[in-house]
């Protein structure tokens, strides 16, 4: 899909499999296979995109890395799993926040970016993207840790920016034990959401 004037001048490339004139291919897309589960505290059901692995391992690493223009072929990879799993209709979308250690190393913020990028495919569109989380102090790198190591470790660690009500979808990179989408739904309960939901890119081995 070409998303703008941009891609006229430069050619996009399917972050699968190379493709040129896409930002993501048709085949490619269909791979990603959604996962779900109901076992994260405090979290109604978290949705995977697709297992972490393979292109869409390889794809998201860059992006992490400071590559944006990756986003574009992440946002579909996002968007067809809400759309097959998640009922959006007046939904609050607030995407998982990052440390300003790491906004500043890649320039942008990941996670807000593919929420923003991801809600434009909505049609029509609905969901609103508001950054309501922030991080209130700095996290351990989480990998290597246990899932016990990794509830401790983001226990505390979120706040909110303001009030919010009704449902709330949590967006975020990477799900592993599910320890952080369980830190940011009690924290967006604290500030008033009735109910939560999370989706991600990927979903570990481990969280599978």
């Known amino acids: 899909m070409l998303t703008s004037l941009r891609d006229l001048v430069f050619t996009p490339a399917c972050i699968g499999c190379g493709e040129l004139g896409l930002h993501l291919c048709p085949m490619c897309l269909t791979s990603c296979v959604p996962q ?3 076992d994260v505290p405090g979290v109604a059901k ?12 390889d794809a998201l690493v860059d992006y992490k890395n400071g590559s944006r223009r990756q986003v574009y072929g992440l946002a579909q990879v996002l968007q067809r799993a809400m759309h097959m799993h998640v009922d959006l209709d007046s939904v609050t979308v607030v995407p998982m926040p990052s440390s300003s250690a790491k906004i500043a190393a890649r ?13 434009k495919l909505q049609s029509p569109a609905y969901g609103e993207v508001t950054p309501v989380l922030y991080s209130s102090r700095e996290v351990a790198d989480q990998v290597g840790l246990s899932a016990k190591q990794r509830e401790q470790n983001v226990a505390r660690s979120m706040a909110a920016r303001r009030a919010v009500t009704g449902t709330v ?8 034990t599910g320890s952080t989408m369980s830190e940011a739904a009690r924290t967006l309960r604290l500030a008033g959401a009735r109910n939560v939901f999370g989706i991600s890119l990927c979903g570990s081995a481990k969280w599978a």
């Open 36 to 38: 779900e589960s109901n």
């Open 46 to 57: 978290v949705i995977a995109a697709s297992a972490y692995g393979g292109w869409l391992r």
């Open 107 to 119: 320039g942008f913020d990941t996670i807000n970016l593919l929420a923003r990028e991801c809600m």
């Open 169 to 176: 979808l949590v967006v975020d990179d990477v799900v592993t």
